[in-house]
């Protein structure tokens, strides 16, 4: 659910819950006040710190684990091109007819990988292109069969085989990383903890009885844009940050220009 809401209408909705729980933390706490005394603030003040470290920690866990699947799915996009780019100079190797139409598969291959990424979250195209996919996958494994079948002990068709199989294991690698994203249940827990910390932030300030509107407002501003880069990094075919093709685009021109 929260992968497929917009990144900016989610946001904005974040920080405005994360401003009302600091305005109703003040008013609580100014409602409190005259109840307060010394060791009561004090025990607040404590829970504030201890809120505080714990939104932190839980931020700082989820930010490195968005981080590390997003490099993840970048060295990905570089071991398929190169997969490919190894899969084609051994293709080079083969006797007619069987290298012109494999480097004809392996050029549109490139092609559908580049509409792939393009195809963004619209579940028709990319299920259109992983169908054609699939089918360059098979058209180009029966090419494997028959050399393999012409002469099993060929060196060029053996080492044709293995970088063509890599490269379609590396594909399915390529999905899994895409689809492997942070539970909805962490994206909860990050906002449930931001509000309630920032949320006591205020009742403490209530308590106090003095309110400091900028620095509450940096706060809240900073848990947000913090919370915007973590799903940034998560949505690698949308939004500010995204996962890199130009590998992928080296090897499209690299091919085209052999084809000419």
Not at 218 to 235: H, N, P, S
Request: aromatic content about 6%; overall charge neutral.
């Amino acid at each position: 659910m929260i992968y497929r809401t917009d990144e900016l209408l989610l946001s904005l909705a974040a920080l405005v819950v994360v401003l009302v729980a600091t305005e109703l933390g003040f008013r609580l706490g100014l409602r409190h006040q005259p109840d307060a005394d010394e060791p009561t603030k004090a025990h607040f003040a404590a829970l504030q710190v201890a809120l505080l470290g714990l939104l932190a920690l839980i931020v700082a866990f989820t930010f490195s684990i968005a981080v590390a699947r997003f490099d993840a799915r970048k060295e990905l996009v570089i071991e398929e091109s190169n997969a490919i780019g190894t899969t084609y100079l051994r293709a080079r190797l083969m006797a007619e007819p069987q290298r012109t139409e494999v480097v004809g598969l392996l050029r549109t291959y490139v092609d559908e990988q580049l509409a792939f990424y393009a195809a963004g979250i619209d579940s028709a195209r990319l299920e259109a292109v992983n169908a054609k996919i699939a089918n360059l996958q098979e058209r180009l494994w029966m090419v494997a069969i028959v050399l393999s079948e012409q002469d099993p002990r060929s060196v060029p068709t053996g080492l044709f085989v293995q970088s063509l199989n890599n490269t379609i294991d590396l594909h399915a690698k390529r999905i899994k990383a895409l689809e492997n994203r942070l539970p909805d249940a962490v994206i909860y827990l990050v906002l449930i903890v931001a509000v309630v910390t920032i949320g006591l932030v205020g009742y403490g300030r209530g308590l106090a009885g003095r309110r400091n509107f900028i620095s509450d407002a940096i706060l809240a501003g900073l848990v947000i844009i913090v919370f915007v880069i973590i799903l940034d990094l998560d949505r690698p075919r949308r939004g500010l940050i995204t996962v890199s093709q130009a590998s992928m685009e080296r090897l499209q021109e690299v091919l085209k220009q052999a084809h000419q």
